[in-house]
């Protein structure tokens, strides 16, 4: 039963798994606007800075190289992005690749899973409250699952 549920909700999570995509943001102001856009994330490019910063007890303005000795990356001073990023040492450059960089790195890859978790609970209250209107319902269900009416997929 606990698979026929399991499968009920990766059916209903499967427009979460999409091809990746570019998007074009159009968003005013400038960056350091803090009601903008890109003021906002500036912000928050500059408190994860300020915090790796902290993390290494170095000054606020640490460099990544100083970061990367500090915390003991793979390369010292010569370490890669990769190895910065994986280690948590990255300093974000105020350019256009280092927002890039804080968004895939800081936002996307950490918030991401969590937004996945969430859609599974918002499936399943959905999917309690689909099975608990009728047994019409049930027996859609069942035969969206591939089985016959009766199935059983709405029971615990």
């Known amino acids: 039963m606990k698979r026929l549920i399991l499968a009920v909700l990766v059916i209903l999570s499967a427009s979460l798994a999409s091809a990746q995509e570019t998007y074009s943001v159009t968003v005013g102001g400038t960056a350091t606007n803090r009601n903008s856009l890109v003021g906002m994330l500036e912000l928050g490019r500059v408190q994860q800075n300020t915090d790796t910063c902290a993390r290494a007890s ?37 350019t256009l690749v280092g927002r890039e960089g804080f968004v895939t790195n800081e936002m996307i890859r950490v918030r991401a899973p969590e937004y996945y978790a969430e859609q599974v609970r918002r499936d399943a209250v959905t999917l309690a409250s689909y099975c608990a209107a009728s047994q019409t319902n049930r027996d859609a269900l069942c035969s969206l699952l591939g089985l016959a009416a009766g199935c059983g997929a709405c029971n615990q």
């Open 58 to 94: 170095l000054p606020s303005t640490c460099t990544q190289a100083q970061a990367c000795v500090a915390l003991g990356v793979t390369g010292g001073a010569s370490c890669t992005n990769l190895d910065a990023v994986s280690a948590r040492a990255r300093i974000y450059p105020a």
